[in-house]
């Protein structure tokens, strides 16, 4: 087994059903999302233990089901093709004690779903990450109608049952979930859309094991992760001193050590207007000397390190 295998594996001798908390209600993206973890994940077909998915009814609520002990597992989208970084994901990766275990890529097929037809549609309905991957569309076909924004876009398949005026932008699968009909298939603006989907777990107290420093270095992992399958390692970097060349610094780690960075983004620090904190993903495991020897670089010249986890890259 590798980590991510061991750590599910540990969690599953302890529990007769894991819950899986995702953003609802049923036939949402993340549902599907967590369906096709769980096909990928082999650890799970060889254990007797049943699954059961909790719906939440946002993010928010995604990750204070996991912080709270009502789900052991919560599944989130993190990022999209086309709109880029879900913010409020983000902000809560920084807020909470979790750790990142496992990640996700679902290809986005948006579908206008509606009990009535094409012709009666003044009112539509999605997430707004939805909404913004399918601006275009809704500009030139429907430039008049109401557009309102609802939790998730199974929410908004639900919700247009309820008039025929109504319709929702939702996937194919909400279609057949909810008995509205298919108008229009593949409606966003661009037709490469895929959403990368995190999974995480509440930080354990073993976990410092792995993650904490000693003397300014970063200790042994608890687990040694194998070296045949590709790894993606995500942290946050505070950056307390603003000078110039401060990022160019910490970034040069990574190149120096040909460390190949896959995402980088900054957000708001919530502390004083311009001032950022950095999300950094990055090819390799916490538990390779070449990586470790990138965090031990980095830590004196940052404010603060957060280590989210390293974990499988699909």
């Given at each position: ?5 061991t ?18 209600p ?27 998915i ?67 549609i ?34 908004a ?15 194919r ?25 995190i ?20 200790a ?5 992760a ?34 190949n ?19 950094i ?34």
């Amino acid at each position: 087994m590798n980590s991510t295998h061991t750590q599910l594996y540990n969690m599953c001798c302890i529990l007769s059903t894991m819950i899986i908390g995702v953003l609802g209600p049923e036939g949402s993206y993340s549902d599907k999302a967590a369906h096709l973890w769980l096909t990928q994940e082999r650890i799970f077909s060889s254990l007797s233990k049943d699954m059961s998915i909790k719906y939440c009814d946002d993010i928010i609520d995604t990750f204070d089901s996991v912080v709270t002990n009502t789900s052991d597992i919560g599944i989130v989208p993190v990022e999209n093709s086309i709109e880029g970084s879900v913010g409020v994901t983000l902000d809560l990766l920084m807020e909470h004690d979790i750790r990142i275990i496992g990640e996700v890529v679902v290809p986005i097929e948006h579908c206008l779903l509606s009990k009535g037809k094409l012709e009666n549609i003044r009112v539509i309905l999605s997430h707004p990450q939805a909404l913004g991957q399918c601006r275009q569309f809704i500009k030139d076909h429907f430039p008049h109608a109401e557009i309102r924004t609802t939790g998730s876009t199974s929410h908004a398949a639900k919700l247009a049952t309820e008039f025929e005026e109504m319709a929702a932008i939702a996937s194919r699968e909400s279609a057949t979930m909810y008995g509205l009909n298919v108008l229009l298939c593949n409606i966003q603006d661009c037709n490469s859309n895929h959403t990368r989907f995190i999974v995480f777990r509440k930080k354990h107290e073993d976990d410092d094991l792995a993650w904490k420093t000693i003397n300014g270095s970063v200790a042994e992992p608890a687990y040694t992760a194998k070296s045949d399958i590709p790894h993606r390692t995500s942290i946050i970097v505070y950056l307390d001193r603003d000078r110039p060349g401060a990022l160019y610094d910490l970034l040069g780690e990574f190149a120096s050590r040909k460390v190949n960075l896959t995402r980088i983004e900054s957000r708001p620090s919530k502390r004083i207007l311009g001032d950022y904190v950095f999300y950094i993903d990055f090819a390799g495991n916490i538990s390779d000397t070449i990586i470790k020897d990138a965090l031990n670089s980095i830590l004196p010249k940052a404010g603060m390190m957060k280590v989210l986890g390293s974990y499988e890259m699909m």
